[in-house]
């Protein structure tokens, strides 16, 4: 992923540039992200908080999800558009929706989560390393982990 790169909601009230590539990026299919995306599963990358500039203020919205975490989603408060996940798994990191970048094709997702919860018409993808519920912290370590 090249940096720095930049992404925003659907109206443009909310923007933000990025100095770092990812820590992690994935594929969640869990129900929970599966009723706050209207869709099959949400693909996040997960950046060092300090590596983000933001312009604009989102509304967050506070949920214990399927794992017993926290995650707050926020999302513009104007057009409704999710920009932002905050996870108490990995607090140090800042969520951004795949979608919600400039450029959504240079989203690489290096493993799905939660393929348990996808529903039958999801389309699972082909060659990803799959994970039935939440990853657990020897695969969070191995996600966090920068591949030679
Ligand atoms: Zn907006
Ligand atoms: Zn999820």
Known sequence: MQ??????????????ECSSIPAFSWNCHCQDCQRASGSAFCP???VPRMAL??????KYYDVRVESGNKVSRGFCPECGAPVF???ELVPDLQGL????LDDPSQFQPSIQVWTRSAQP????????PRVE???????MHELLTPRK
């Open 3 to 16: 940096v720095p790169f930049s992404g925003g909601c659907t109206c443009g009230a909310i923007r933000y």
């Open 44 to 46: 996040v990358l997960y």
């Open 53 to 58: 500039t933001i312009r604009g203020k989102s």
């Open 85 to 87: 996940i905050q996870a």
């Open 97 to 100: 929706w795949a979608s919600s």
């Open 121 to 128: 018409w999801d389309c699972l993808h082909p060659t990803l």
């Open 133 to 139: 519920k939440a990853p657990t912290e020897k695969q």
